[in-house]
C-alpha cells in the first residue's frame, strides 16, 4: 500500500482536512493513486509558496 | 429504471481458474483503510478476510461468487486491483541469507505471472469404480477460523474442504450434503496412495511468481522468487 501504517494514514488525512479544507468523504471515495497525486501537487505549491515567501 | 451512474473506470481482469474475464472497479481510500486496519490486527485471517471483501466490493459482476473463487484467483485478483488503484510498482526488501544485508527491490506488478504446476487430474481414483472429484482451495477459507487456527493436520483437514464429489459407480455424492465427521471418516479409510495422489494435487494449485536476481556483496548471484500477497505487500 502507498501507506506503510493506520497511523500515517490518519495523519495526511487529519493534515488535508484541518489545513487545507478537503472533505473527508471525498478523500476517501478518491482512487488511492489519484490521493497520491493531490498529495503530491499541495506539497508542491506548499514548497512554491516557502519559496516565494524566503525571496 | 434509470442507467447506472458509472464514476470510476472499470478494468477487465482474467481470471486464472475460469479463463474468463471479469469486469471490476480499482478500490478506493477507504477500502485501503480496512487493510490498514487489519495489519493492526497482526492476524493474517484478518487480513485475507479484508482483501476478500474489498475484491467482492470491487466486483462489478453479480455472477462472479468470491466465496467459490480459488485462492491463487483472490490473490491474482487483487494484485490486478492494486496495480489498477495504487501503483504497479511494489517496493520490498528482503535480508539475503548469505550476507545477511538488506536489500530493496522494486516489484513490477504487471509482470507477475501465473505458474500453473505439471497437470495434475481433478479426479482421483479410488478403485476402479469409485473416487472423488477434488476442487482447489477456495476463498472461504479465509473466513473458516477453525481452519485458519490450525497447528497439526494440515493438509488433511485441507482435503476435506477440498472434496468436490465422490463417485460410487453410477452414483454421485455432493461433499457440501455431508458432515465433517463422516468425510474425515471417508479420507481416514483411504489407501496411501489415493491420499498421496490427493496430496499431489493441492501441492500442483496454480500460483503467481515473479523472480528476482540480484548480486549481493560476496558477488554471488542470487534469486528471490516471490509466489504469494504476503510476498509482494509483506501483509
Known amino acids: ?55 | 429504471m434509470s442507467l447506472p451512474k458509472i464514476d470510476q473506470p472499470i478494468y477487465s481482469i482474467d481470471i486464472p481458474s475460469l479463463k474468463k474475464s471479469f469486469q471490476f472497479r480499482p478500490f478506493l481510500v477507504k477500502e485501503e483503510k480496512l487493510i490498514l486496519m487489519a495489519k493492526e490486527g497482526q492476524t493474517e485471517t484478518e487480513i485475507l478476510s479484508v482483501i476478500k471483501q474489498i475484491v467482492n466490493n470491487c466486483s462489478l459482476d453479480p455472477k462472479l461468487d468470491v466465496n467459490k473463487l480459488a485462492i491463487f484467483d483472490l490473490e491474482y485478483i487483487f494484485l490486478r486491483l492494486r496495480a489498477f488503484s495504487v501503483d504497479s510498482s511494489v517496493k520490498v526488501s528482503y535480508k539475503d541469507a548469505e550476507d545477511e544485508k538488506i536489500y530493496d527491490f522494486v516489484v513490477n506488478l504487471d509482470d507477475v505471472k501465473m505458474v500453473y504446476p505439471e497437470k495434475t487430474s481433478n479426479k482421483i481414483e479410488i478403485t476402479d469404480r469409485s473416487g472423488m472429484i477434488m476442487k482447489y482451495p477456495s476463498a472461504s477459507l479465509y473466513d473458516d477460523k477453525e481452519f485458519m487456527a490450525l497447528e497439526k493436520d494440515y493438509m488433511f483437514e485441507l482435503i476435506l474442504r477440498c472434496i468436490d464429489t465422490i463417485y460410487y459407480e453410477d452414483e454421485v455424492y455432493s461433499a457440501k450434503d455431508y458432515k465433517k465427521k463422516d468425510l474425515a471418516e471417508f479420507v481416514e479409510n483411504l489407501n496411501i496412495k489415493t491420499f498421496q495422489e490427493t496430496q499431489k494435487f493441492l501441492l500442483s494449485v496454480p500460483h503467481m511468481e515473479y523472480k528476482i536476481k540480484y548480486k549481493n556483496e560476496k558477488d554471488h548471484d542470487r534469486e528471490i522468487i516471490l509466489t504469494s500477497l504476503n510476498d509482494f505487500f509483506t501483509l
Open chain 1, 1 to 55: 500500500m502507498s501507506y506503510n501504517s493506520l497511523g500515517n494514514y490518519y495523519k495526511t488525512m487529519f493534515s488535508l482536512v484541518q489545513h487545507h479544507k478537503y472533505s473527508l468523504s471525498d478523500i476517501e471515495n478518491l482512487m488511492p493513486f489519484e490521493r497520491d497525486i493531490y498529495v503530491d501537487m499541495l506539497l508542491a505549491y506548499l514548497k512554491e509558496l516557502e519559496e516565494a515567501k524566503s525571496k
